[in-house]
Nanobody, 126 residues
Framework: QVQLMESGGGSVQAGGSLRLSCLAS????????MGWFRQATGKEREGVAI????????YYVDSVKGRFTISRDNAKNTMYLQMNSLKPEDAAMYYC???????????????????WGQGTQVTVSP
């Protein structure tokens, strides 16, 4: 079992920055990869950034490349998403997710993750 808790959301103007945090607890040694997903009202949940914990590989959706950075502090069992140059289209509920053990399939698919946080809201005004 793994528990995930996000924090750091808020309201910013376009061009601003936020840093999201995801604190993991429980069986964290078994986590294979973690990710940030977002879901805007009326839209499907989409992957934003992924990190494979065993080798540090990171992946970003095209729309956030160069603006967002995913990282993980293993000592603190915390994953971060640094979001710079925010745009109104980045506004959404942001969720962190964790997968225990390797699994095939796309790391962008929400179905390949075992645990989810409750989400933190990000609002970006024009």
């Amino acid at each position: 079992q793994v528990q995930l808790m996000e924090s750091g959301g808020g309201s910013v103007q376009a061009g601003g920055s936020l840093r999201l945090s995801c604190l993991a607890s429980g069986d964290t040694d078994r986590i294979y990869r973690m990710g940030w997903f977002r879901q805007a009202t009326g839209k499907e949940r989409e992957g934003v950034a992924i990190i494979v914990t065993t080798r540090g590989a990171t992946y970003y959706v095209d729309s956030v490349k160069g603006r967002f950075t995913i990282s993980r502090d293993n000592a603190k069992n915390t994953m971060y998403l640094q979001m710079n140059s925010l745009k109104p289209e980045d506004a959404a509920m942001y969720y962190c997710a964790a997968r225990l053990g390797y699994i095939g399939g796309s790391h962008w698919s929400p179905a390949t993750y075992d645990y989810w946080g409750q989400g933190t809201q990000v609002t970006v005004s024009p």
